[in-house]
């Protein structure tokens, strides 16, 4: 298994304003290494846990993570904020110390084992003051991965499987104490649970809480974890043994059962995780007032109130439809670039090819192409649905996908596109959400999620695609289409103009996917107009990357170590159509950067329209030039893009460097021969070397 964490996924200087964009930003360093496959999609998970409950901690600490299908393998980022602390909702305040956790969705014990591992160490105030205070990336690196000789306890390494056997060893001591449970010397005993509904951080900071204030207090607690990194249950003797429970959990707490008849303080596991030693006390309280069952949770409102979301409806909106996008990213990669390899083997005419189920020869190359053809159009097929089921899906979860897939094939079928995909997700969350308010019988709640939900969500869905909205829909859409096959000269130009400023602002982000989203919709009904600005799009998208890469190629003295050697992976990143490629460079110098890649990539946008290349494949940079029309000149329009980002930015760092070495009094660039000069972001932190 490969590090954890490495030098490359710290930024000991970050600078981002908010909680989503420092998230964001130390996502950016997981993709930039392969350790996430879709920036987006990953953000989108780790906003919906964020919905759950806000992943802030008392002491300056934020743990905003998340197990996702777009996650590679399990990995920790880290970023100590250099603006005065970020806000991830803790009740005392902003957190300069963050640690993103990025977990597979199938993930193994093992793997998830170190990542809990890790999550009870944050609670060592040793850890945090000595994060708060190196300034050597690889020796916060290797303080994570446990490496430090200087640090006391078991490394994250150690597997979260270790804790039980610890705490069995105690659990031998009480039962084997249980006779003496009379004779008042043996400590007051407390069991305790806790979980959390991803499984990775809280469940097991909150244990490491609870044993913390437990030995403070001289109270002997035992705690069990049911997170991803295993569920080993309490031994029977130690819960006979104990004179309270505290279960400090977000979801159900499994076999609840075992702990009927003992005093119980019952909590959100964020309480466990800030007001241990409150917890503690009022077990031992509830104990000498003599009760004998669980009462009601405790702090039941105040756990939903953190767990309620205090975005406003836009932002809302804007996660919903990246959920959908992400998830129809695939399809979309997957059968544009078999329908692009199919005309390319095949020619045009393919699409007039009998099914292969009925005539195939192995040795027919124009029957492998109407293999990838008819398997690529059926991979089409599922785009809008799927778009539509999994913007229900961010909104609702799993009850809306059947409406949402429903209402998106409807959208096909009426001819309302990609538009109408939109709408039918929308509409077929709503309608679950409204359904779900509904209070029934508890005889039909066990019904509800298979049967009744997906069955009048279907048809209510159903209903307004073909009644109320579908015949507006596939008129606007028709509309547009008509409009983007009129496009001609100047208009075409300044088209691709704004498809390049979207494709560059946020690199990845909401705008450049909507973008995105614009010129695959166009594909679901190609026309030539269709085809230049799906080829305008991917030729903008690729620039950012490649720009970065040139600029520190040309100019390395102006980037740190770890922003050169970003560079490298840049250029294979750029040609590949991943314009994530240059977020390391955006997080660290916003106001050069950005508008510097905007600028290449309008620049780009315009020429490919100008020079009416053409695609029909939605994805794959370079490696699709043989599929695209008027090729040469497409390449020369990328080219061009690079070098307006690549001196741009190499101007504006420049300047930079110029002020701040006159401000000091300085040369600039001067210093010792290969010391970079300094630049945006965390290169700025450091002062020049003066002659």
């Known amino acids: 298994m490969t590090e954890m964490i490495t030098a490359e996924l710290v930024d000991l200087d970050l600078t981002a304003p908010t909680g989503e964009a420092a998230t964001r930003a130390l996502a950016a360093r997981m993709a930039a290494v392969g350790r996430i496959s879709d920036l987006d999609g990953f953000l989108a998970d780790v906003a919906a846990r964020e919905e759950q409950m806000p992943t802030g901690m008392e002491g300056g600490i934020g743990v905003p993570h998340c197990r996702s299908a777009h996650v590679t ?31 597979p969705a199938g993930a193994d014990s093992d793997h998830l084992a170190i990542l809990s591992g890790l999550a009870r160490k944050l609670m060592d105030e040793e850890i945090t003051g000595a994060l708060r205070s190196r300034q050597d990336p690889e020796a916060v690196a290797a303080l994570l991965r446990g490496e430090d000789p200087a640090e006391k306890g078991p490394g994250p390494e150690a597997s979260a499987a270790d804790a039980p056997s610890a705490r069995e060893e105690s659990a031998g001591d009480a039962a084997g104490d249980g006779a003496s449970a009379a004779d008042g010397a043996r400590p007051f005993r407390i069991v305790a649970v806790t979980s959390c509904p ?9 244990a490491e809480a609870l044993e913390r204030a437990g030995r403070t207090a001289g109270v002997e607690i035992t705690v069990e974890t049911q997170g991803s990194g295993g569920f080993t249950r309490l031994d029977p003797a130690v819960i006979a043994a104990a004179d309270g429970v505290i279960l400090a959990h977000d979801v ?10 003992k005093p119980t303080v019952d909590v959100g596991v964020k309480t466990a995780v800030s007001r241990a030693s409150e917890l503690v ?17 405790a702090d039941a409102p105040a756990a939903a109130d953190e767990g309620a979301s205090a975005d406003h409806f836009g932002v809302r909106l804007r996660k919903w439809l990246m959920t959908g996008v992400s998830y129809m990213v695939p399809f979309v990669a997957a059968g544009g670039l078999l329908i692009a390899l199919a005309f390319a083997l095949g020619g045009y005419d393919i699409t007039e090819a009998p099914s292969v189920a009925e005539q195939f ?26 778009l539509a089921g999994y913007v229900a899906y961010g909104m609702v979860d799993r009850p809306g996908l059947a409406p949402g897939i429903v209402g998106g094939s409807l959208a096909v079928t009426i001819e309302a596109g990609f538009l109408g995909g939109l709408v039918a997700g929308l509409l077929a969350g709503a309608v679950v959400a409204a359904i779900q308010r509904i209070d029934v019988p508890p005889v039909l709640r066990g019904i509800m999620p298979v049967v009744v939900i997906p069955l009048l969500s279907s048809v209510l869905v159903g209903f307004l695609m073909f009644v109320v909205v579908g015949k507006p829909l596939a008129a606007l859409q028709s509309a547009l289409t008509d409009w983007l096959s009129g496009l001609s000269g100047a208009n075409a ?17 909401p705008v450049n996917k909507v973008a995105y989203a614009f010129a695959v919709g166009g594909l679901t009904d190609p026309t030539g107009a269709s085809l230049r600005i799906m080829a305008a799009v991917m030729a903008a998208g690729m620039v950012p990357p490649l720009g970065m890469a040139l600029a520190t190629t040309l100019r390395g003295r102006l980037f740190d170590r770890t922003e050169r050697e970003n560079g490298k992976a840049a250029w ?60 040469l000149l497409y390449l020369t329009a990328i080219a061009a893009g690079t070098a307006v980002t690549a001196g741009l930015v190499v101007v504006l760092k420049s300047l930079r460097a110029h002020r701040s070495s006159t401000d000091r009094g300085t040369d600039p660039g001067s210093g010792p021969a290969g010391s970079p000069a300094p630049s945006g972001g965390a290169a700025d932190a450091e002062p020049a070397v003066t002659t």
Do not use: N
């Open 361 to 386: 020869s192995w040795t027919d190359s124009a029957a492998w192409a109407a293999l990838l053809f008819q398997v690529g159009s059926a991979a089409f097929d599922f785009l809008v649905p799927v």
């Open 281 to 297: 006390d009022r077990v031992r309280e509830a104990a000498a007032r003599g009760e004998t069952g669980p009462p009601a949770p």
């Open 198 to 206: 991803t499984g990775i951080a809280h469940t097991y900071m909150a």
């Open 73 to 103: 393998e399990p990995t920790l980022a880290f970023g100590r904020s250099s603006t005065g602390g970020v806000d991830f909702g803790a009740a005392d305040g902003p957190a300069d110390l963050i640690f993103l956790i990025a977990a």
């Open 572 to 631: 294979v990143l750029g040609a590949s159509f991943i314009s994530e490629g240059a977020i390391p460079f955006a997080a660290a110098d916003p106001l050069r950067v950005i508008p510097s890649t905007m600028a290449g990539g309008a620049v780009t946008g315009a020429l490919s329209m100008a020079f009416g290349a053409t695609l029909r494949a939605p994805h794959g940079g370079v490696f699709v030039v043989p599929l695209i029309g008027s090729p």
């Open 252 to 261: 159900e707490v499994r076999e609840k059962e075992r702990f009927l008849g």
């Open 493 to 509: 130009v300044m088209l691709g103009v704004l498809l390049g400023l979207m494709m560059c602002f946020d690199l990845g982000g």
